[in-house]
């Protein structure tokens, strides 16, 4: 169910706007083709099991309680101050140039992204130094200020996604679909700010009903020189409408039906609780023609946590918190390795 008073359109503080989803091609001013592929578009979920009836909390806020405003207004502007728009952009690369999504979730400049996103920065260069070329920008419109490196990309989603790169079409379920980035400078050579806008992770499930701000840089029906120039962000709202399990009866994916978010490019984008934290990260969408009858899916902090435990053998914040973040990204880079070689197999049969 979608909330008509979350829509904005226009000049202000974050220059909200809505537009609708991704392109599926576009020409550059300096003549790069930019292809999207985000987000994995799905009209079935092979792999997830809907929650009917989820454990709910033993207090439960009565549904006919008006709408905190107040509580509105500030999660709209925390996850709008907190998302990113990542352009990557690719010369001599045999892979598509993307646009998408992330949002800081940490003061110190760590980026949470989809994994099908984080994928791109373990294959700048290939075939050649610089072949492909990441930055991420802010504001609405999006502005390039940032570099990045990666810090984790999920092993389990690079294993089972590995063709995505050369597909017309990919599809998935967003199960693993998550990555870490972290800002290593300003594209001007300024100094970088003392902290950044955050949306720390959620440490509690959110519930079916539960009220939604959704902040995300889709950019389905944007052309070349809106996306490179004129990016705007989209923040929308909503109601969490079904919750999902990759296999447990723990909630590992929500959905939220007519939001202008469901869209390409929304790909990394946040889905933020009224209390304002991050309850789902955009990995997904279904495919319908009708942009109001679609539904954008999110995976949830349980989900990230517990596939990131299995795969790095520690925490998500036990890991955010073992190293400074420059130590961190370095000892990623051995692993990444191994990504990219499984990531340049798949693409070259």
């Given amino acids: 169910m979608k909330r008509d008073w979350i829509s904005y359109a226009g000049a202000g503080l974050l220059a909200f706007a809505v537009i609708a989803i991704a392109t599926t091609g576009f020409r550059s001013p ?3 083709v930019i ?22 909390p033993a207090a439960v806020a009565d549904a006919g309680a008006p709408l905190d405003t107040r509580k509105l207004d500030a999660a709209v502007r925390l996850a709008g101050n907190a998302a990113v728009n990542i ?3 690719t010369d001599g690369s045999p892979f598509k140039s993307i646009s998408g999504s992330g ?8 980026i949470l992204t989809a994994a099908h996103i984080g994928q791109y920065f373990i294959l700048r260069d290939y075939p050649k130094p610089n ?5 991420v920008r802010v504001g609405s419109p999006a502005v390039a200020t940032y570099t990045a490196d990666p810090l984790y990309v999920s092993t389990h989603w690079i294993t089972a996604n590995q063709a995505t790169l050369s597909d017309a079409a990919p599809t ?9 980035l972290y800002i290593t400078g300003t594209i001007s050579g300024t100094p970088l700010p003392s902290s950044f806008p955050s949306l720390p992770l959620a440490d509690t499930d959110a519930r079916t009903g539960d009220t939604v ?17 004129a990016l705007p962000l989209i923040v929308d709202g909503g109601e969490i409408e079904k919750v999902y399990t990759f296999g447990e009866n723990t909630i590992d994916l929500l959905s939220v039906s007519g939001s202008d978010t469901a869209q390409e490019g929304s790909s990394g984008g946040a889905v933020a609780s009224l209390s304002g934290e991050m309850v789902g990260l955009i990995t997904t969408s279904s495919a319908e023609a ?5 539904q954008v899916r999110a995976i949830t902090p349980r989900h990230i946590r517990k596939n990131f435990e299995l795969d790095a053998g520690m925490s998500l914040s036990q890991y955010l918190l073992s190293a400074p973040l420059p130590n961190l990204a370095d000892a990623f880079a051995a692993r990444a390795k191994a990504l990219r070689e499984i990531l340049i197999e798949a693409t070259s049969d």
Avoid: H, K, M, W
């Avoid at 079935?44 to 009836?53: D, F, N, Q, V």
């Avoid at 072949?131 to 930055?135: D, L, M, V």
């Avoid at 009708?290 to 679609?294: E, G, W």
């Fill in 30 to 32: 300096t003549t790069i």
């Fill in 35 to 56: 292809e999207e592929a985000t987000p994995l578009a799905t009209t079935t979920l092979p792999g997830a099991t809907l929650i009917e009836a989820p454990p709910q």
């Fill in 87 to 89: 352009l990557c952009t």
């Fill in 103 to 110: 949002v800081f979730i940490d003061s110190r400049g760590v």
């Fill in 131 to 135: 072949s492909i070329r990441c930055s």
């Fill in 172 to 180: 998935g379920t967003g199960e693993s679909d998550f990555a870490l």
């Fill in 213 to 229: 701000v959704l902040a995300a840089y889709g950019a389905e029906f944007a052309g070349s020189e809106l996306i490179q120039n």
């Fill in 290 to 294: 009708d942009l109001s009858s679609r």
